[in-house]
């Protein structure tokens, strides 16, 4: 019984809300304009042991007050239901693996803030936007093949070397920045394989705290990127992800986190990278540079 008269209860009220709303005034819609903010694009500045300025932020995740308003692709104009000064904060996000429906906000960068006066059915934009990284991030390992040493060695595998080329036609460039090198693998027949590994060890935060590796790349050929990590005395090998051909310098943002959630006490973690050339192809050719291993500083 109790529960029959709790449901008529609901039900009432809902008649009763239907009512009042159909009895408000339908021409007055003008809650339901929004105001708009506009992004272009963001922009990243780096200190000195961060490496390049090279980015590849996609997406602003915008906030009012500190709610989610939306996660826009850029180019964005945001529609934003309010008006008056309001803060505005802006995550920048990227698509973790190069994949579109892995959208994430990329947790070592610094949100930006704004305070903005909004008109409702007008647009104020935003722009310029830059970030930075945040302070409590840490770079273990970077190579950008300025200098002669590298930091990767070829394994027994590699039929094939990692050079270093000046070609101002193959070296990867931005504005602003001072490039002269590129790291370069050629692969002259059907047969060749190339696989380098990181001359150091490296360990990987706990479980829970995420790895990324950054990385700029050119190539008509496959490239796998993955570790190598050390579990109970064993060295297993395993590959993370298989970067495609891309006909421009392009840059991706490698997850290396699932290694050490699966494996919590795995260690002594080398980053490997290889490819064997496509099937089809009799040669190819490979451009990396900029490469970055990067994750929170959880030293106490």
Partial sequence: ???????????????????????????????????????????????????????????????????????FELPARVPILSE????ITIRPGIKINGISNTRAIYPYLLPVTREVRLVKDSAISLSPVSTRYRTNVTFPWLEGFELTGLTMDTTSKSTVPLQRTSDP???????????????????????????????????????????????????????????????????????LLVLNESAEWNKIYVNLTVPKYDTPGATDFRIFIGAQTDEGKDQATILIDNLKLVHFNTAR
């Fill in 1 to 71: 019984m109790r529960g029959f008269l709790r449901s008529a209860f609901l039900l009432l009220k809902v008649f009763l809300i239907v009512v009042l709303l159909s009895g408000c005034d339908n021409n007055d819609d003008s809650i339901l304009v929004p105001s708009y903010v506009t992004i272009d694009q963001f922009s990243l500045t780096t200190d000195y042991g961060q490496g390049t300025a090279s980015h590849k932020i996609t997406d602003a995740w915008v906030y009012l007050d500190e709610t989610l308003i939306g996660a």
């Fill in 84 to 87: 008056g000064n309001q803060n």
């Fill in 169 to 239: 036609s193959l070296i990867f460039s931005i504005p602003g920045e001072s490039n002269s090198f590129s790291g370069l693998i050629q692969l002259p027949s059907d047969t060749s394989i190339f696989e380098v590994v990181t001359r150091e060890t490296y360990d990987f935060p706990a479980p829970g705290s995420e790895v990324f590796l950054e990385m700029n790349f050119k190539t008509d050929n496959s490239i796998v990127v993955g570790v190598f990590y050390k579990t109970n005395g064993i060295q297993v090998q395993r590959p």
